[in-house]
């Protein structure tokens, strides 16, 4: 079965300070793994995915994640925060070996809270 | 740029009351997916479609729950008799086909259902 953690509900930091919101997986094999932030009242939207290939992946408005097979995370980064950068942030993995599978197996997501 | 659409944004029922939640998919996508937020809580998958039939459903996604591609652009969620617990954002998604499965999910605004 696949999973995602994500182990903090909540991360502070200081605008223009680097940031991290943590993911970690439990996949058989290499997943698929993905990041979406959702703004209060609005849906998810997609910011980035590992596939395969280079470890850092790079995504949408400045965050990029790094897909780190030993210690089984994939980290959301991003090297200077911005106040409206404010949002829940969800951590997504899908296991590629089941191909009728389709579905996204969430992790309960991590409220990014930027100060001025 | 293409995006998922929902309607309504909110819909209130009672206890008992079937409702159908609306969405339009992204137009050049095939499969289509609905999830749900209960409030607080992680995004669970309940159902993907495929080429008019189901292709993966949740165990959430029990005999009270049907879904429905009635023409080219609309993707319908029927609850038949809703029940309290049944309240949650109701987010619909859709992707391209990939055939490794690696196509990115793009999700709507949600609509959130009320049931008292």
């Known amino acids: 079965a696949q999973s995602v953690a994500q182990p903090e509900d909540q991360v502070n930091v200081a605008e223009g300070n680097p940031l991290t919101v943590k993911c970690t997986y439990s996949v058989s094999g290499n997943p698929y793994l993905f990041w979406y932030v959702q703004y209060p009242n609005r849906g998810l939207q997609f910011l980035l995915k590992y596939i395969t290939g280079d470890n850092l992946v790079k995504g949408s408005y400045g965050f990029e994640a790094e897909f780190n097979k030993s210690q089984t995370s994939f980290h959301l980064k991003k090297p200077s925060a911005l106040v409206s950068d404010s949002a829940l942030y969800f951590c997504a993995v899908r296991d590629p070996r089941d191909t009728g599978r389709r579905a996204l197996t969430f992790g309960s997501g991590t409220r990014l809270q930027v100060q001025p | 740029e293409p995006e998922v659409t929902q309607t309504p944004s909110h819909q209130v029922t009672q206890m008992g009351q079937e409702v159908i939640l609306r969405c339009v998919p992204i137009?050049?996508?095939?499969?289509f997916y609905w999830y749900r937020q209960i409030l607080g809580q992680k995004v669970e998958f309940l159902v993907s479609f495929y080429n008019n039939e189901i292709s993966e459903k949740s165990e959430i996604f029990d005999d009270q729950f049907s879904v429905e591609r009635p023409d080219g652009s609309n993707f319908t969620l029927k609850i038949r008799s809703t029940k309290l617990e049944d309240s949650a954002m109701y987010f619909c998604a859709s992707s391209d086909r990939s055939g490794r499965g690696s196509d990115t999910q793009y999700f709507g605004p949600g609509t959130r259902l009320t049931v008292l």
């Open positions: 137009s050049n996508h095939l499969y």
